[in-house]
């Protein structure tokens, strides 16, 4: 079972049928379909017979490179269901969901050449230009989305607004954006990347933020919050050392109560400061310090000097029924190895229940699903250690032993690095991991989340990058790339 808080409804988590308390919402409002991250997407259209037969519905353009995932607005009868995509060149786009046709774009500020960032700290980065990122996040009950973007600023070099617009038309909702340099003290714009997932908790949207590529200057791990009543009110947190990003793509999660980040490398420092752990932080954000609030490894410090971080997949948050405890975080490095923590008690330094080396390293978004048979972690990985190196997605099982194990059940080839998703018929059964085969084969596979048996594999897609997660609703399965947006029935 997966982290949902019994039957009650976390923020922007798609039940699909609302744990039996009202009319059906297919909404998928943040990224992998809810605050825990688990990637998981339930319609009885979704069976394994019906996914075998997938077929191209539509295409529709897009400008710009896709990095963030679309989202997915349910209207429930009140007009066309919409897909919202939004591109590095700072456009978003509202599609209708069915026709592919477009309802509305808007261009907002110019995105960020990366000619500013070689201007101001040196050869930095790996994209050109530089615009929205990480994935937005839906407000329903208001009615708007939230990003952040980059721009180029005289003053600064660069800026990072977090933007609200109307779902209805695109339109600016009235005091924003919000200029996040301008509102955080010692927030350096032109440093930080924003590569994570945002989310919303108590009101406050939630932004993370990391470095650019090569780790350039003195950036640092932030979190930071906006009210989404006022968008002067921002409060913010960043890790004591320099560096430790927050960019693997899960972003941020949230079990309703409590904030989680994975952080990368920081300096070559003696002390643990925040660099190559998993962090929870209370609302605000603030972060108390102690080590029932951070877990790190012991061998942080080569993990910091090797660049290789643990914070490269991000955290989602699992529920292991039987388990003591069962209330889980899990992430994934760069290292290869598979961390589980306590959600209740981080364990501080050498503190997870289990850190075990499972693959060449990660880099994308996990899921999280559970089958009769267990319950599972799946990934794309580089491959190696528990499968062949041909073999880069990997699912593993969780298993409610004391101590906790797990169990590497089976391995599969998608030639790439995409991020992965789950659907499945009713929340437990046909269970189907999805994958695209990013920036090699860029064609999107599906396989038997039992067995890992080929189920689905459709015609390429056009360049999708890794940190881009594909996205399914109502029968439907919508994948972004760098020119445009396909859309895959398998009703």
Known sequence: MLATCGARKLPGENLGDNGGQGTADYSVLEHHNGPVRTGVYTH???????ASGIHLDFTTALEGAVNAQPLFVDRRGAGPDLVLVATELNQVSAIDASTGALIWRRQLDPPLPQQRLVDAIGPCGNMDPIGITGTPIIDQS?????????????????????????????STVPGWPADVGALVPGFRDIVQNQRGALTILNGRVYIPYGGHAGDCADYRGWLVSISTLDPSDALAWSTAVAGAGIWGPSGVATDAISLFVATGNGADVPKWMGSEGVLRLDDGPTFSGLPADYYAPLDWFTLDEGDVDL?????????LPKGNPSELAVAIGKDGKFYVVDRSNLGGLGGALLAELVSGGAVTAPSAFSTANGTFVTFSSYGGVACSVLENIITIRINPTSPL?????W????????????TNTDGMSESIVWAVGAEIDNRLFGFDGDTGALIAVTDELGEVTHFTAPMAAKGRIYVAAEDRLSAFTVK
């Open 142 to 170: 208001t009615q708007q989305i939230y990003f952040d973007l980059a721009t180029p600023d005289d003053a600064r070099f660069g800026r990072h607004l977090v933007y609200a617009l109307s779902l209805e038309d695109g």
């Open 405 to 409: 194990t797990i169990s590497p059940i």
């Open 44 to 50: 009885p259209s979704f069976t394994r017979k019906a």
């Open 411 to 422: 391995c599969a080839s998608a030639p790439g690095y995409g991020s992965t998703m789950v």
């Open 311 to 319: 914070g490269g997949s991000g955290v989602i948050l699992v529920d």
